[in-house]
């Protein structure tokens, strides 16, 4: 079972690594399109955007979600910092397909378009990385008090594990 563990988390680390870098670098790189690019220009750095996204970024995005999903199940880490992660990680797939959103009004304007600015992405990327870095090396006791009373139990049906965050 600890082998399954670490396989796992490297697994996971290893794509985070990747989707990390990649909600990072395509913002950079889509801002490198200017209007005034000639034809051959822009179907290279469409070309290069498009992949990346469909071929590194989004499988790289899968394997991070399922991997953590898996490690969330093995290791039983059912607590409230490990709730507070999932929502940061809900911020990074709305970045993720903001950024998708991107890449495909890029492809619709035929080099009619000009960028949107990175840094407000890139800042927003670094954020919720960074935030999710201390949450999962802090691990800190996050009270249940701030979490609803409805939230909290199982409204008269079984919960799917046996532990419950005190």
């Not at 051959?40 to 999903?69: C, D, E, K, N, S």
């Not at 910092?81 to 993720?96: D, E, I, N, Q």
């Not at 949450?135 to 139990?153: A, E, R």
Request: with cysteine; net charge positive.
């Amino acid at each position: 079972m600890m082998l399954a563990i670490t396989i796992v988390k490297g697994v996971h680390i290893a794509a985070l690594l990747l989707w990390g870098a990649g909600l990072i670098g395509l913002p950079l790189l889509l801002a490198e399109h200017r209007r005034d690019d000639g034809q051959i220009q822009y179907q290279r750095i469409r070309r290069f955007t498009h992949y990346g996204y469909t071929h590194l970024l989004t499988p790289a995005a899968v394997v991070a979600v399922a991997a953590g999903t898996a490690l969330l199940f093995l290791r039983g880490v059912f607590v409230p910092w490990m709730f507070a992660k999932l929502a940061l990680v809900a911020g990074l797939v709305a970045l993720h397909a903001w950024i998708g959103n991107l890449v495909v009004r890029m492809g619709e304007h035929n080099n009619r378009r000009q960028p949107s600015p990175p840094l407000p992405l890139v800042i927003a990327g670094l954020t919720l990385m960074t935030c999710i870095l201390l949450l999962v090396l802090g691990k800190p006791d996050i009270g249940t008090d701030i979490v609803p009373d409805w939230l909290q139990s199982p409204r008269g049906r079984q919960l799917p594990v046996d532990e419950v965050p005190s």
